[in-house]
């Protein structure tokens, strides 16, 4: 059972920063491109970033683009995203998942429970 517990999402005004992290079990994490994705309700769901496996390629949004920056660690089944400079419309429940490069977003059949982050004046 795969299962993606995401954590770090919080409050933060315009100009702030924050780390967030996806603990990855029950898929062989280090054979698998991963990414970050995050949704407003009422919107659909956004791919921000994506990682190789191994390589460190990494494909971001243009929205977040030199203001995030994602990475991971195969040994511990985590993938992190700091994300810099955060603004209003960064606000979004943020998940992770398998992933694709260049950075989409395709079907998955699991989601995490996402973590939340607000940003505000």
């Known amino acids: 059972q795969v299962q993606l517990v995401e954590s770090g999402g919080g409050l933060v005004h315009p100009g702030g920063s924050l780390t967030l992290s996806c603990i990855v079990s029950?898929?062989?994490?280090?054979?698998?491109?991963m990414g970050w994705y995050r949704q407003v309700p009422g919107k659909q769901r956004e791919a921000v970033a994506s990682?190789?496996?191994?390589?460190?390629?990494?494909s971001y949004s243009d929205s977040v683009a030199g203001r995030f920056h994602i990475s991971r660690d195969n040994a511990e089944d985590t993938l992190y995203l700091q994300m810099n400079n955060l603004q209003p419309e960064d606000t979004a429940v943020y998940y992770c998942?398998?992933?694709?490069?260049?950075?989409?977003?395709?079907?998955?059949?699991?989601w995490g429970q996402g973590t939340q982050v607000t940003v505000f004046s």
């Open positions: 998942n398998t992933a694709q490069l260049p950075i989409g977003v395709t079907p998955k059949n699991y």
């Open positions: 029950g898929l062989p994490f280090q054979r698998y491109i």
């Open positions: 990682i190789h496996s191994t390589t460190g390629l990494t």
